[in-house]
């Protein structure tokens, strides 16, 4: 079982910044990739940004040149730095990561979420 825990959320202003920090632990053979999804009030459940293992980045268009996406794979954590925030990026923020267990089987594991809420 894996588990992964979000930290960082939280009340900013527009044009404020945040860093967000998801840490998987438990029992598995390797992480593939990591994310984070966010879903407003209202609204499903959006890819904000992703990671492979190797690094290779890929973003929503709403938080391109505004967001960054990294991860430390020896400490199996992914973090989000968003800058310029803007109202109508809050939402709570899920992290998301692909795991082979060591069964060699893939599966897909979800935090419980942290609120970013950024008022105008």
């Known amino acids: 079982q894996v588990q992964l825990v979000e930290s960082g959320g939280g009340l900013v202003q527009a044009g404020g910044s945040l860093r967000l920090s998801c840490v998987a632990s438990?029992?598995?053979?390797?992480?593939?990739?990591m994310a984070w999804h966010r879903q407003a009030p209202g609204k499903q459940r959006e890819l904000v940004a992703s990671?492979?293992?190797?690094?290779?980045?890929n973003y929503a268009d709403s938080v391109k040149s505004r967001f960054a996406i990294s991860r430390d794979n020896a400490e199996n954590t992914v973090l989000l730095r968003m800058d310029s925030l803007r109202p109508e990026d809050t939402a709570v923020y899920y992290c998301?990561?692909?795991?082979?267990?060591?069964?060699?089987?893939?599966?897909?594991?979800w935090g419980l979420g942290t609120q970013v809420t950024v008022s105008s």
């Open positions: 998301y990561a692909l795991v082979r267990g060591r069964d060699q089987r893939l599966r897909v594991y």
């Open positions: 438990g029992s598995f053979y390797s992480i593939n990739s």
């Open positions: 990671i492979t293992s190797g690094g290779t980045t």
